[in-house]
């Protein structure tokens, strides 16, 4: 078997050496902020699909459950849980975006996949997008965590290098992938609130589709996105102001915000990523209120 054989073509575009932008749903998306930024650019993009990765080898399906859908209200058909592939040229040269659930299975089949592709358009760079959980609040700016092995590229776009070791997701596979090959590549991570990580963050997603376009050097598509922060942020404040504790601890992590200690100041890299990526979506500080604000979001889905 080639290294592309999962790979089902649906076009074939000629692209100049594209940056390869991707996000993957489930443990590398918090609030799931990555996974909607790469499906706004590719809507707001009005990008042309590429390719899709054949699930069967990668997937749990008692994990990741195909759909039922329901065509001219009669006929049934089965969605699948499928990697898309997307291509469109930007103001900053060409640009390839990936986005599905994070596979189960066969990482390193599953990675020599998406490189392979990167591969054939003789990519320039591979970015991927993630958001994990951290001690921030809601009503400031997100934080923006870049990294990068390549020398050059911490330098040409003000990225830090990864000191993080511990468990990893499919992203820290396709960079090891990326690195094999010889591709340079970037990780942008958006830092969102713990305790309302079961609300969609459409301002992270904001966050990482301007710093992702920044280093593609394209315009980014940010109506659709910026017309939802302010019913993000009226939800999430109908969740602290009715718990006192919570309304306390927000209220210090606005402090410490607006004085200038940043989450690198908190807590190291391995923090950041054990916060999310560990058993627990609890942060070290915060005690109980994960359990509390969990309540009160099933209340309000009840209701």
Same mark, same amino acid.
């Given at each position: 078997?080639?290294?592309?054989?999962?790979?089902?073509?649906?076009?074939?575009?000629?692209?100049?050496?594209?940056?390869?932008?991707?996000?993957?749903?489930?443990?590398?998306?918090?609030?799931?902020?990555?996974?909607?930024?790469?499906?706004?650019?590719?809507?707001?993009?009005?990008?042309?699909?590429?390719?899709?990765?054949?699930?069967?080898?990668?997937?749990?399906?008692?994990?990741?459950?195909?759909?039922?859908?329901?065509?001219?209200?009669?006929?049934?058909?089965?969605?699948?849980?499928?990697?898309?592939?997307?291509?469109?040229?930007?103001?900053?040269?060409?640009?390839?975006?990936?986005?599905?659930?994070?596979?189960?299975?066969?990482?390193?089949?599953?990675?020599?996949?998406?490189?392979?592709?990167?591969?054939?358009?003789?990519?320039?760079?591979?970015?991927?997008?993630? %958001? +994990?959980? $951290?001690? #921030? !609040?809601?009503?400031?700016?997100?934080?923006?965590?870049?990294? *990068? /092995?390549?020398?050059?590229?911490?330098?040409?776009?003000?990225?830090?290098?990864?000191?993080?070791?511990?468990?990893?997701?499919?992203?820290?596979?396709?960079?090891?992938?990326?690195?094999?090959?010889?591709?340079?590549?970037? %990780? +942008?991570? $958006?830092? #969102? !609130?713990?305790?309302?990580?079961?609300?969609?963050?459409?301002? *992270? /997603?904001?966050?990482?589709?301007?710093?992702?376009?920044?280093?593609?050097?394209?315009?980014?598509?940010?109506?659709?996105?910026?017309?939802?922060?302010?019913?993000?942020?009226?939800?999430?404040?109908?969740?602290?102001?009715?718990?006192?504790?919570?309304?306390?601890?927000?209220?210090?992590?606005?402090?410490?915000?607006?004085?200038?200690?940043?989450?690198?100041?908190?807590?190291?890299?391995?923090?950041?990523?054990?916060?999310?990526?560990?058993?627990?979506?609890?942060?070290?500080?915060?005690?109980?209120?994960?359990?509390?604000?969990?309540?009160?979001?099933?209340?309000?889905?009840?209701?």
């Amino acid at each position: 078997m080639s290294s592309i054989d999962h790979v089902r073509w649906l076009s074939k575009p000629q692209l100049k050496n594209p940056t390869f932008i991707a996000a993957f749903t489930g443990w590398n998306d918090a609030a799931d902020a990555a996974s909607n930024a790469v499906n706004n650019l590719v809507e707001g993009w009005g990008a042309t699909p590429l390719a899709t990765i054949d699930p069967e080898p990668f997937t749990d399906y008692s994990k990741d459950r195909p759909h039922v859908r329901l065509k001219d209200g009669t006929k049934r058909r089965i969605v699948w849980p499928t990697v898309g592939l997307w291509h469109v040229n930007g103001a900053g040269g060409d640009i390839i975006l990936a986005l599905g659930p994070e596979p189960s299975l066969k990482w390193k089949l599953f990675s020599r996949q998406i490189i392979s592709v990167a591969e054939q358009f003789n990519a320039s760079m591979f970015l991927t997008l993630g %958001s +994990l959980l $951290a001690d #921030v !609040p809601h009503s400031r700016p997100v934080h923006i965590i870049g990294t *990068a /092995s390549d020398t050059d590229l911490i330098e040409r776009f003000d990225l830090k290098r990864s000191r993080y070791e511990g468990p990893t997701g499919i992203v820290g596979i396709l960079h090891d992938t990326c690195d094999d090959s010889s591709i340079p590549s970037a %990780s +942008l991570w $958006a830092a #969102v !609130p713990a305790y309302a990580s079961q609300v969609p963050s459409p301002k *992270a /997603s904001l966050a990482l589709m301007r710093r992702a376009c920044e280093i593609v050097g394209t315009p980014a598509p940010l109506a659709t996105v910026m017309n939802l922060i302010e019913r993000y942020e009226e939800q999430v404040d109908s969740i602290v102001r009715d718990d006192d504790d919570l309304v306390a601890y927000v209220e210090r992590l606005e402090t410490m915000t607006d004085s200038g200690i940043s989450i690198d100041d908190e807590v190291d890299d391995n923090q950041l990523q054990f916060d999310f990526a560990g058993d627990s979506d609890e942060p070290a500080d915060s005690g109980n209120l994960m359990d509390e604000v969990e309540q009160f979001l099933r209340e309000q889905n009840d209701n």
